[in-house]
């Protein structure tokens, strides 16, 4: 059975650091480029990161450029979102994907989410 596992979030003081972990069961992970999403109460789920699935390219929207790192582990079937200078506008719950991309824009390929990971901020 497919299935997401998110885990790793909690509070953290603005400017300190959080590492999310997703593990995937179910799919060949190998294959599967990933990206990882938020959804801050209020807004649309939007894209933080993406990664190929050889990690040699990764995607970030300007919003987190410089201080989120995507990285994954094929033998551990785990990507994983490092967040660094957190603000309160990170605040939000994330939530991994398999995720495609036509070069300009990237969207999830999967119909159903993980649990998510909570995120808090406190400024």
């Known amino acids: 059975q497919e299935r997401l596992v998110e885990s790793g979030g909690g509070l953290v003081q603005a400017g300190g650091s959080l590492r999310l972990s997703c593990e995937v069961f179910?799919?060949?992970?190998?294959?599967?480029?990933m990206g990882w999403f938020r959804q801050a109460p209020g807004k649309a789920r939007e894209i933080v990161a993406g990664?190929?699935?050889?990690?040699?390219?990764?995607y970030y929207p300007d919003s987190v450029k410089g201080r989120f790192t995507i990285s994954r582990d094929n033998a551990k079937n785990t990507v994983y979102l490092q967040m660094d200078s957190l603000s309160p506008e990170d605040e939000a719950v994330y939530y991994c994907?398999?995720?495609?991309?036509?070069?300009?824009?990237?969207?999830?390929?999967?119909?159903?989410w993980g649990q998510g990971a909570q995120v808090t901020v406190s400024s």
């Open positions: 994907s398999a995720v495609g991309t036509d070069g300009s824009s990237w969207y999830r390929r999967l119909d159903y």
């Open positions: 990664i190929t699935w050889n990690g040699r390219s990764a």
């Open positions: 179910g799919r060949t992970f190998s294959k599967d480029t």
